[in-house]
């Protein structure tokens, strides 16, 4: 009789199992489908930031402004006019060639930007490079009325992600014979990280008085490019000037950076360029 029982149970939970087994990793298929499928998840990455934004090293972003720089072969004036773009984002499948230098006046972030922000970011530099002993101390703050602040994108163009934001700063006092006299006169001012990359000034000094050796391992250390090397192969006639001295630093790939410290005579300007 206890036999018989037994049966009687056995037979209703064999065959649920054997149906569970069936149609059991199907449910739980359809089950997990349904949480994930067709609905919008949200996941905090380990950074905090929204989106993802390409880094680049500070050998890459010196590398890249300088091919840009490199590349201008207009005028300054008419390369601005031909360059300039009023839409809210760049369009980089019309532009040409390897690489390009173009106005920017969005951030970033996309967000419209003063120029008063670009000066503000000089002048700061300017003080830091004051205190490392790159520039000399009588170099004067900026007037923000003697002076102009455009951003531009320095672009890879075969790969855009590869772009660097900076600022181009000139003294543009419209006063008659305006003293220049340990002034800035120009720089190349980095959008995101403030430093510059390129700069000439009026001085006191005279290329006597002037270590350049000090002063590109001391700009490098301040960029973060590592130890310089003396450029091999330099040509006398590539400067308009006799006092100059030409570095390399490591660059993208096998490509270098070009630097060069240099002293125009009579003006008493120092420079330092990261362009031809």
Same mark, same amino acid.
């Given at each position: 009789?206890?036999?018989?029982?037994?049966?009687?149970?056995?037979?209703?939970?064999?065959?649920?199992?054997?149906?569970?087994?069936?149609?059991?990793?199907?449910?739980?298929?359809?089950?997990?489908?349904?949480?994930?499928?067709?609905?919008?998840?949200? =996941?905090?990455?380990? +950074?905090?930031?929204?989106?993802?934004?390409?880094?680049?090293?500070?050998?890459?972003?010196?590398?890249?402004?300088?091919?840009?720089?490199?590349?201008?072969?207009?005028?300054?004036?008419?390369?601005?006019?031909?360059?300039?773009?009023?839409?809210?984002?760049?369009?980089?499948?019309?532009?040409?060639?390897?690489?390009?230098?173009?106005?920017?006046?969005?951030?970033?972030?996309?967000?419209?930007?003063?120029?008063?922000?670009?000066?503000?970011?000089?002048?700061?530099?300017?003080?830091?490079?004051?205190?490392?002993?790159?520039?000399?101390?009588?170099?004067?703050?900026?007037?923000?009325?003697?002076?102009?602040?455009?951003?531009?994108?320095?672009?890879?163009?075969?790969?855009?992600?590869?772009?660097?934001?900076? !600022?181009?700063?000139?003294?543009?006092?419209?006063?008659?014979?305006?003293?220049?006299?340990?002034?800035?006169?120009?720089?190349?001012?980095?959008?995101?990280?403030?430093?510059?990359?390129?700069?000439?000034? =009026?001085?006191?000094?005279? !290329?006597?008085?002037?270590?350049?050796?000090?002063?590109? =391992?001391? !700009?490098?250390?301040?960029?973060?490019?590592?130890?310089?090397?003396?450029?091999?192969? +330099?040509?006398?006639?590539?400067?308009? +000037?006799?006092?100059?001295?030409?570095?390399?630093?490591?660059?993208?790939?096998?490509?270098? +950076?070009?630097?060069?410290?240099?002293?125009?005579?009579?003006?008493?300007?120092?420079?330092?360029?990261?362009? =031809?």
């Amino acid at each position: 009789m206890k036999i018989k029982t037994i049966s009687i149970f056995l037979i209703p939970l064999a065959a649920i199992i054997a149906a569970a087994a069936v149609w059991g990793p199907e449910a739980m298929a359809n089950y997990r489908d349904g949480n994930v499928l067709n609905q919008i998840h949200i =996941r905090e990455t380990e +950074t905090g930031t929204e989106g993802y934004r390409y880094s680049l090293s500070n050998n890459e972003r010196v590398y890249i402004l300088s091919k840009c720089l490199n590349n201008q072969i207009l005028p300054e004036s008419d390369q601005n006019a031909m360059t300039s773009v009023d839409s809210v984002n760049l369009d980089y499948q019309e532009l040409t060639g390897t690489y390009a230098f173009v106005v920017n006046r969005k951030d970033s972030a996309g967000q419209e930007i003063d120029e008063a922000v670009g000066l503000e970011l000089c002048g700061k530099g300017i003080e830091e490079l004051k205190e490392l002993g790159i520039l000399p101390q009588e170099i004067q703050p900026l007037p923000a009325n003697s002076y102009s602040a455009v951003m531009y994108s320095a672009i890879d163009v075969p790969e855009p992600r590869n772009n660097v934001l900076v !600022w181009k700063i000139s003294f543009t006092s419209r006063k008659q014979n305006a003293n220049k006299e340990n002034s800035l006169l120009d720089a190349y001012v980095d959008a995101d990280t403030g430093k510059i990359y390129e700069f000439y000034v =009026r001085t006191e000094q005279e !290329w006597k008085d002037i270590d350049p050796d000090a002063i590109i =391992r001391d !700009w490098g250390v301040y960029m973060g490019l590592g130890e310089p090397k003396e450029y091999e192969g +330099t040509n006398p006639l590539s400067e308009t +000037t006799p006092y100059f001295k030409k570095y390399s630093f490591p660059g993208m790939e096998e490509g270098n +950076t070009v630097v060069t410290v240099g002293f125009y005579e009579g003006i008493n300007e120092l420079f330092l360029k990261i362009s =031809r």
